[in-house]
């Protein structure tokens, strides 16, 4: 309760303790004993020349004005404060005097930190991330679904419109999440997107210290990460570093001329990320990737100008600190000035070393995605990126479950997903890597596998055991597709049946799920949850056997005094377990054995025979 009257507090303050002349001051409030600088953004009228200080009043208190930037256009001041680290945390008055001798007076509040936050843990291996979209999952407050001073007013009809699902909707369904086995939500931005259209999947950001009003406040999105927190489950923010949106509040009137990459007409990315690791690459060429905009509603950042890297290091800092976060996710990744993006990852784990964060880095080829994981490459690069996605692994699934034949081509089947495999030679930490079979950009994982429920088990059970973090995508585990079967982002992105109150069916419920949905629920929570406390699958190492007829993955985890081995039948025909072919490591079997699924025990080297069309988890203790 106590961080929560803060928060109001802290709220108060950043709306009515400015006077008059001054529009904005950001960070909105910071922390003493912050390893991160402190650099104020100061909006107003015709400030530059302006001199900021203390107020006398706060003179020797640890708290001290350092140098003045002035930007290119004369409403702006950035301003270097200076806090010893036993300075008291407190409100302190600050005077800005302009050019004409005129005083403007505001205050800044300073909070101690949560004990321990610098350490705070983060996701990983040991974790299942549950990627929702905040719009689309569930409405738990009418009255924010349209608000005066968004532009997109609610309208459930149009698929790409917004919907209104929020935040407190999401708080309402925790349960639901964490009978799922669900230990850290990644959710979409939550960001104010002020655009007119397409708002709803909040990757054009209008304020980046303000949590959407149609999904609530922030300080209903802190009480949300601590609710979430009670029952252990981590919250990852997707921040978005590359663009803003063209409704931004700074778009009007920019700091600097150079704070968005500007074109004399619309200028779209090349999208050809290959240009960022090209030992060959012209600079024409590089240039047309990372300082191209995303989209017509989507500014492009400079993150080569100091002031905009500062400005984007301290609002990642400040959600951190301020909410509690368990993790960052970075979009588009690799379209940003690398050297800058690098720098900026480096900040965020100098302030937070334990802080995971993973980049959307979208690639085909291993090779590719490894160029932005966090070590030293060729060209002498680091991102210093902690984790990334695994696309690649991500395609072979789809195309290799799509083949049933009891045995394929060569090289397909799911010899598809044991060669993406193979090649984790290419990165540093395979076992820190998110992998998934769909997502918010993708098709959805039902559509692809034409809504074959066993061979959604299958990628569950894939997902579950194999090395990496896991990331499900709202919905998978009930076999989500869209309305009408057709493809396409907001068609896809539907909203999860029983998160409006006149929904006709209720999936967050048994009662309302077919038998076959609840078939795949049972056994992906089993599956999620069982994992949970499998030291073999989140911190063990796999070895893997060249699929059978390319089309029987058999693969085992295992750490010391624990072993589970998975066999995953993607054929129609039986598979009989041959014993003698994994003696490497079948001989370290001293005990019985258990089916994670059905609990049935079994005798060492008992024989085993896994259905076609299905998978079979086996636990050795």
């Given at each position: 309760?106590?961080?929560?009257?803060?928060?109001?507090?802290?709220?108060?303050?950043?709306?009515?303790?400015?006077?008059?002349?001054?529009?904005?001051?950001?960070?909105?409030?910071?922390?003493?004993?912050?390893?991160?600088?402190?650099?104020?953004?100061?909006?107003?009228?015709?400030?530059?020349?302006?001199?900021?200080?203390?107020?006398?009043?706060?003179?020797?208190?640890?708290?001290?004005?350092?140098?003045?930037?002035?930007?290119?256009?004369?409403?702006?001041?950035?301003?270097?404060?200076?806090?010893?680290?036993?300075?008291?945390?407190?409100?302190?008055?600050?005077?800005?005097?302009?050019?004409?001798?005129?005083?403007?007076?505001?205050?800044?509040?300073?909070?101690?930190?949560?004990?321990?936050?610098?350490?705070?843990?983060?996701?990983?291996?040991?974790?299942?991330?549950?990627?929702?979209?905040?719009?689309?999952f569930a409405n738990g407050d009418y009255s924010n679904d349209s608000v005066?001073?968004?532009?997109?007013?609610?309208?459930?009809?149009?698929?790409?419109?917004?919907?209104?699902?929020?935040?407190?909707?999401?708080?309402?369904?925790?349960?639901?999440?964490?009978?799922?086995?669900?230990?850290?939500?990644?959710?979409?931005?939550?960001?104010?997107?002020?655009?007119?259209?397409?708002?709803?999947?909040?990757?054009?950001?209008?304020?980046?210290?303000?949590?959407?009003?149609?999904?609530?406040?922030?300080?209903?999105?802190?009480?949300?990460?601590?609710?979430?927190?009670?029952?252990?489950?981590?919250?990852?923010?997707?921040?978005?570093?590359?663009?803003?949106?063209?409704?931004?509040?700074?778009?009007?009137?920019?700091?600097?001329?150079?704070?968005?990459?500007?074109?004399?007409?619309?200028?779209?990315?090349?999208?050809?990320?290959?240009?960022?690791?090209?030992?060959?690459?012209?600079?024409?060429?590089?240039?047309?990737?990372?300082?191209?905009?995303?989209?017509?509603?989507?500014?492009?950042?400079?993150?080569?100008?100091?002031?905009?890297?500062?400005?984007?290091?301290?609002?990642?800092?400040?959600?951190?600190?301020?909410?509690?976060?368990?993790?960052?996710?970075?979009?588009?990744?690799?379209?940003?000035?690398?050297?800058?993006?690098?720098?900026?990852?480096?900040?965020?784990?100098?302030?937070?070393?334990?802080?995971?964060?993973?980049?959307?880095?979208?690639?085909?080829?291993?090779?590719?995605?490894?160029?932005?994981?966090?070590?030293?490459?060729?060209?002498?690069?680091?991102?210093?990126?902690?984790?990334?996605?695994?696309?690649?692994?991500?395609?072979?699934?789809?195309?290799?479950?799509?083949?049933?034949?009891?045995?394929?081509?060569?090289?397909?089947?799911?010899?598809?997903?044991?060669?993406?495999?193979?090649?984790?030679?290419?990165?540093?930490?395979?076992?820190?890597?998110?992998?998934?079979?769909?997502?918010?950009?993708?098709?959805?994982?039902?559509?692809?596998?034409?809504?074959?429920?066993?061979?959604?088990?299958?990628?569950?059970?894939?997902?579950?055991?194999?090395?990496?973090?896991?990331?499900?995508?709202?919905?998978?585990?009930?076999?989500f597709v869209s309305k009408d079967g057709t493809t396409g982002h907001s068609?896809?992105?539907?909203?999860?049946?029983?998160?409006?109150?006149?929904?006709?069916?209720?999936l967050f419920e048994s009662s309302g799920r077919s038998a076959a949905q609840?078939?795949?629920?049972?056994?992906?929570?089993?599956?999620?949850?069982?994992?949970?406390?499998?030291?073999?699958?989140?911190?063990?190492?796999?070895?893997?056997?060249?699929?059978?007829?390319?089309?029987?993955?058999?693969?085992?985890?295992?750490?010391?005094?624990?072993?589970?081995?998975?066999?995953?039948?993607?054929?129609?025909?039986?598979?009989?377990?041959?014993?003698?072919?994994?003696?490497?490591?079948?001989?370290?079997?001293?005990?019985?054995?258990?089916?994670?699924?059905?609990?049935?025990?079994?005798?060492?080297?008992?024989?085993?025979?896994?259905?076609?069309?299905?998978?079979?988890?086996?636990?050795?203790?």
């Open positions: 309760m106590r961080r929560i009257t803060a928060l109001v507090l802290l709220l108060l303050v950043s709306v009515a303790g400015f006077a008059e002349g001054i529009e904005r001051v950001e960070p909105p409030c910071w922390w003493v004993g912050m390893k991160t600088g402190l650099q104020l953004l100061i909006k107003g009228d015709d400030i530059r020349g302006s001199t900021l200080e203390l107020a006398p009043e706060e003179n020797k208190k640890g708290v001290s004005v350092g140098k003045i930037h002035y930007g290119d256009s004369p409403s702006y001041l950035f301003a270097e404060i200076r806090i010893r680290e036993k300075a008291p945390a407190a409100d302190y008055h600050f005077i800005l005097v302009t050019p004409e001798n005129d005083t403007l007076r505001f205050k800044y509040t300073l909070h101690s930190r949560e004990q321990g936050s610098a350490q705070r843990s983060s996701f990983g291996p040991q974790d299942v991330v549950y990627l929702l979209m905040p719009d689309r005066e001073e968004a532009i997109e007013q609610c309208d459930r009809s149009r698929p790409e419109g917004r919907h209104g699902g929020d935040i407190q909707g999401i708080i309402d369904h925790l349960d639901y999440l964490e009978r799922l086995g669900v230990t850290a939500i990644w959710s979409t931005p939550m960001l104010f997107d002020n655009e007119k259209e397409y708002s709803y999947h909040g990757y054009a950001c209008a304020d980046y210290y303000r949590i959407d009003p149609r999904y609530g406040t922030n300080a209903l999105y802190r009480e949300f990460v601590e609710k979430a927190a009670e029952k252990e489950i981590k919250v990852i923010m997707d921040m978005v570093l590359n663009h803003c949106g063209l409704a931004h509040w700074w778009m009007d009137d920019l700091p600097f001329k150079d704070w968005v990459h500007t074109y004399p007409s619309f200028t779209r990315s090349s999208f050809a990320l290959s240009t960022q690791y090209d030992p060959y690459v012209s600079q024409y060429d590089k240039n047309a990737c990372i300082k191209g905009w995303f989209d017509t509603t989507m500014p492009d950042m400079n993150l080569e100008n100091p002031f905009v890297l500062r400005y984007f290091t301290q609002m990642a800092v400040w959600w951190v600190e301020y909410a509690g976060l368990g993790g960052i996710r970075v979009d588009t990744f690799p379209y940003s000035d690398k050297a800058a993006i690098s720098k900026w990852v480096k900040n965020i784990l100098r302030e937070y070393p334990e802080m995971n964060i993973v980049g959307e880095c979208w690639y085909g080829d291993p090779l590719s995605c490894s160029y932005w994981e966090g070590v030293k490459q060729y060209d002498g690069y680091n991102s210093h990126l902690p984790s990334i996605m695994d696309f690649p692994l991500r395609d072979a699934i789809i195309a290799g479950f799509a083949d049933d034949a009891d045995t394929p081509a060569w090289g397909e089947g799911l010899l598809r997903v044991y060669n993406s495999i193979s090649l984790d030679y290419v990165y540093n930490d395979p076992s820190n890597i998110l992998i998934f079979a769909d997502n918010h950009d993708t098709n959805r994982l039902a559509h692809d596998l034409k809504g074959d429920f066993a061979k959604q088990k299958m990628v569950m059970a894939l997902l579950a055991t194999m090395r990496g973090v896991p990331q499900l995508y709202y919905g998978d585990e009930l076999g068609q896809e992105r539907i909203d999860f049946p029983g998160g409006w109150v006149d929904d006709q069916a209720n609840q078939d795949l629920f049972d056994y992906t929570s089993r599956l999620m949850r069982w994992r949970k406390g499998s030291k073999a699958v989140t911190e063990g190492s796999l070895l893997h056997f060249r699929p059978e007829n390319n089309n029987v993955y058999l693969y085992f985890r295992y750490v010391e005094n624990e072993i589970v081995m998975v066999v995953i039948n993607n054929g129609k025909s039986d598979f009989k377990i041959d014993w003698d072919k994994y003696q490497e490591i079948s001989s370290k079997f001293a005990t019985s054995y258990c089916d994670v699924i059905t609990g049935e025990r079994f005798n060492p080297m008992t024989p085993i025979t896994v259905p076609g069309q299905s998978a079979a988890i086996f636990e050795f203790k």
